[in-house]
């Protein structure tokens, strides 16, 4: 991904391979996201689909790795927006993702388009299927941010027009992304993200200090890039990278998605 130095789209021929390496190294759990040859919303909840494919190849050889997905539309959609412009409507399309990768094996489904009450939709058609012990990881506090650059280049999701500033969070607005939170653990989260993590870490800290399941925090492209970017170039130097994790985890999230995680098993691998 030319944007994102070190950073790679796998296709199903070759995921394994790369998930044999990072296992052995300490891996448990993984986050898909899908970008598909050809847009279209079908493409999003098909049974042959990018992401419903990959989990049974996945399980079959890994069923103990713990298997997460994202649950959104903007990848599938032409004009790269999360939603189809009514909010109900974008909601009853995310649980049908949802219930397409519950049936292929997830384990989590990680709704992030942001729709009003898209937790309790997924949940009620998840229940009603009886994938009870499938849970909700919700991006509950997900903000209109700039840092989302590299992986909307990656993902092929760049908004054609407009941006996302009236369904994402704003940035200035704490007290909004609390009751965010709340009001997801409320329809039925199991666990809950905050993204991105390193310019919101106060919000972390707030919602550790109120709500007790887990959260998690999404160390994002953007962030990423900008590190990896100072650590070729030679200005900062690779301790950065566990500095930067340390912060997210002494904020008090129980658990990071980031994009240094291969450079951290291998790293904790070499120091046992």
């Known amino acids: 991904i030319p944007a994102m130095s070190e950073v790679f789209r796998y296709s199903n021929d070759k995921l394994i391979t790369e998930l044999t390496s990072l296992i052995g ?10 970008v598909p040859e050809n847009k279209g919303l079908e493409q999003s909840y098909a049974g042959n689909g990018i992401v419903q494919s990959a989990i049974p190849l996945i399980k079959k050889k890994y069923p103990k ?90 993902a092929d999701c760049a908004p054609k027009t407009g941006d996302r500033q009236d ?4 940035p200035a607005n704490a007290k909004e992304a609390l009751a965010e939170i709340a009001a997801d653990i409320e329809e039925g989260a199991a666990q ?11 919000i972390i800290a707030r919602a550790r200090g109120k709500f007790k399941i887990p959260i998690v925090a999404y160390n994002v492209s ?3 890039q900008m590190l990896k970017s100072a650590i070729e170039n030679k200005i900062l130097a690779v301790a950065v990278v566990e500095e930067t994790l ?7 999230a129980d658990r ?6 291969p450079y951290i098993l291998r790293k904790l691998k070499h120091e046992r």
């Open 192 to 202: 809950i993200m905050i993204k991105p993590a390193l310019s919101y870490l106060d």
């Open 246 to 252: 340390l912060s997210i985890k002494r904020a008090g």
């Open 65 to 154: 790795l713990e298997i997460v997905t994202d649950v959104c539309l903007c990848s599938y959609t032409n004009d790269g927006h999360c939603h189809i412009g009514d909010n109900d409507k974008t909601c009853a399309i995310l649980a049908r993702i949802a219930l397409s990768y519950a049936s292929a094996g997830a384990d989590l489904v990680a709704p992030s388009a942001m729709m009003d009450g898209q937790v309790l939709i997924i949940r009620q058609a998840l229940d009603k299927a009886g994938f009870r012990q499938t849970g909700i990881l919700a991006y509950a506090a997900k903000f209109a941010s700039n840092f989302y650059g590299p992986f909307r280049f990656a």
């Open 256 to 261: 990071i998605v980031s994009y240094f995680t």
């Open 25 to 34: 190294k300490g891996l448990k759990s993984i986050l898909l996201f899908g």
């Open 167 to 170: 369904y994402q969070m704003d």
């Open 222 to 224: 953007g962030e990423y």
